[in-house]
C-alpha cells in the first residue's frame, strides 16, 4: 500500500505529543488521520472507518494501549484483527517492551519519534498489509 493513500489512527492522550506525531505524519505525506486521546474512543470507531495502521501510545486512561491492542487481537473480524499496529511511548522499560511486542506489533518506538524512523517503520508496516 502507498504510504500517502493509508488511513491512520494516532491514540495518544498528550496533546502535544499528539500534535507532534499528526505534523510528522503530514510531513511525511499521510493525510488520511484520526486522533484519538485513549483505546477505548478509538475502538468505538474502529469497524466504521478501518484503519489501515494505528499509531497508539501506551500509557492512557481509561484504556491504555496494550488493553486496546489485545481488544483488537481478539475481534472476530479478521480485518481489524490484522490492523499493524506500532506503539509510540516514553516508556522504554524492558517490562513494558516485553509486554507489547508479543501482541504482534510492527514496531515500538520511543517517543518523540524522528521522522524518518517513524516513515520507515510506517512503510514497513503497511508492506504486509
Known amino acids: 500500500m502507498d504510504i500517502k493513500r493509508a488511513r491512520v489512527f494516532v491514540v495518544e ?20 488521520l484520526y486522533a484519538f486521546d485513549n483505546g477505548a474512543s ?7 472507518l478501518k484503519p489501515d495502521l494505528i499509531l497508539t501510545d501506551v500509557h492512557m486512561q481509561p484504556m491504555g ?27 522504554s522499560s524492558a517490562s513494558t517492551v516485553g509486554e507489547a511486542l508479543p501482541l504482534g506489533v510492527a514496531g515500538y518506538i520511543v517517543k518523540p519519534p ?16
Open 13 to 32: 492522550d498528550e496533546k502535544i505529543m499528539s500534535t507532534f506525531i499528526l505534523s510528522s505524519l503530514r510531513r511525511i505525506g499521510i493525510l488520511d
Open 65 to 91: 494501549g496494550i488493553e486496546f491492542v489485545r481488544e483488537i487481537r481478539s475481534a472476530s473480524n479478521s480485518q481489524l484483527s490484522n490492523i499493524p499496529v506500532i506503539f509510540l511511548s516514553a516508556d
Open 114 to 129: 524522528n521522522v524518518n524512523a517513524l516513515a520507515n517503520k510506517i512503510e514497513q508496516a503497511l508492506k504486509g498489509h
Open 42 to 48: 478509538a475502538i468505538k470507531e474502529l469497524a466504521t
